[in-house]
Every structure is written in C-alpha cells, then in structure tokens.
Nanobody, 121 residues
Framework: QVQLVESGGGLVQAGGSLRLSCAASGSIFKVNAMDWYRQAPGKQRELVATITRGGTTTYADPVKGRFTLSRVNAANTVYLQMNTLKPEDTAVYYC???????????????WGQGTLVTVSP
C-alpha cells in the first residue's frame, strides 16, 4: 500500500509565502508525475502545477511566476513553494501522483488527504 502525506499548509497574510511538501511512502517501485491540485470553497478542484520525473514543470496561469514546483526523486517528495500569495489562493491543496507499487509495479493514481492554505487580505 502506498500513500501521499502533505504538510506545510496554514494561515498567511497576502504577499506572504508558504512551502508545501508531499511525500510518497509505502512499497514503491517508482513515482512518475507528481501534481498539486487545489479546491476553493464552492469551486471545482483545479490543477495548480505538475512535475515530471525528469523535472519538467507546468503551471496554471493564475500561479505562474509565483509558485515553484520541485522534487527529490530519491525521497519521493515534491515541494510547492508559494510566494506572493493572494486571498484567491485560499483553498485545500491536494497532492497527486502516479505511483507504481510492489509487487505488481502497475501504476496507480494516488491522492493525499489535503492541506488547507488560508491567505488573509
């Protein structure tokens, strides 16, 4: 069994920064793409950023230039550095990853439990 554990959410004032972490654990053979999604109250979940195993990143337009995604493959961990935060960034942030686990090495989509980010005006 594999799981994703997120950390780093909290309350911050507009213009501030937060760093989210997401670590995959369990009987892992390989972790492919890792993503962060977010869901604001009353809104649909949306993709924030993606990073491939090779380190190629893509960002949603609202966060380009403010958020930076990185990963450490040896630790099966991804980091989302969020700068110049705005009240509209307030949401529950979810980590998502494609993970191949032992013994089958078949890829599964795994979600974390979510971490709340609140940005005050």
């Amino acid at each position: 069994q594999v799981q994703l554990v997120e950390s780093g959410g909290g309350l911050v004032q507009a213009g501030g920064s937060l760093r989210l972490s997401c670590a995959a654990s369990g009987s892992i053979f390989k972790v492919n793409a890792m993503d962060w999604y977010r869901q604001a109250p009353g809104k649909q979940r949306e993709l924030v950023a993606t990073i491939t195993r090779g380190g190629t990143t893509t960002y949603a337009d609202p966060v380009k230039g403010r958020f930076t995604l990185s990963r450490v493959n040896a630790a099966n961990t991804v980091y989302l550095q969020m700068n110049t935060l705005k009240p509209e960034d307030t949401a529950v942030y979810y980590c998502n990853a494609d993970i191949a686990a032992y013994p089958t090495a078949r890829y599964l989509e795994v979600w974390g439990q979510g971490t709340l980010v609140t940005v005050s005006p």
